[in-house]
């Protein structure tokens, strides 16, 4: 019952995220918002939905565990596994602006972790770990600062707006531009919600009870299992795109995630609910540092310069099937 109840709201939650953020988007290229101001916050925001849902509703719940340890364990599969994958697919040619500008910003995130949740190591032995609201409330500040700078950079190459015009779609619901009917638009967003508020919850309360079931503590079971199930958009995306040679996406896709899982869905649940660091170890959070370390020192001084060849994939790929293994035994 518990695995069913997991199983429904994990796929809530993947199918919430995806019709609100179609939604939002149709909606905010009908006014002629920009699609660079669309992509780099509604469809980046939607594509880490699950993982906001799932800590926010956590901290709501008192599951700190849950909620910390999803946002640790998604960024290190995604920084792992995600692109390990997807660099075995299709080697991953790195833009030297990308290296500059975007992935540093995913170590800078991982040292923000570590420095929000291990208080006994910074200020002394007496003090218990957790990330407080204090410190939720500088995350969220930071991820201002991180979304405009990104935005700034990006508009001098890119000043395409979205037509607010509608042309006949050929009677497929969509028009010419791509922009869905108004009440469509409104529908799925509105449907999106409720799928992730639903979804949510029932995705937390089976995550709970099966870690009870299977005898193992919360934290271990959202290292694992929740975070690869919220990162479950992340993989199917990037991998596309690799298949597709849009490697350049594929790496933005995790590197946004990354940083909007640390800024964004951390601050927001610690401010909303002070989270413990109690089940999250020492070798978790070193863990995020040194593959968030490990994929910018690849990119950039790796083989090849400024590429993430397979056996560089595979090696992080290695690296996630040996994290995921220590942490289970």
Known sequence: MYILQFLIGLVAIVKGADWLTDGAASIARRFGISTLVVGLTIVAMGSSAPELVVSVVSALRGSTDMALGNVVGSNIFNTLAIMGVTAMVCPIMVERGNIRNDVPFTVLASVAVAITALDNIINGAHCENSISRTDGLLLLCMFAIFMSYTMSIARKGDTTTAAPTEHDGGGKGVTGDGILP????????????????????????????????????QSVIALTIVSAGTSAPELAASVMAARKGDTDMALGNVVGSNVFNVFFVLGTASTIHPLGVGGITLFDISALLVSSVMLWVLCKFGKTHYTLTRAEGALLAAMAVAYYTIICI
Do not use: H, Q, Y
């Open 182 to 217: 108004t009440w469509k638009s409104i529908s799925w967003v509105i449907i999106g919600l409720a799928l992730l508020i639903l979804g949510g919850n029932w995705f937390v309360s089976g995550a709970s009870e099966l870690a009870a079931m299977m005898g193992v503590s």
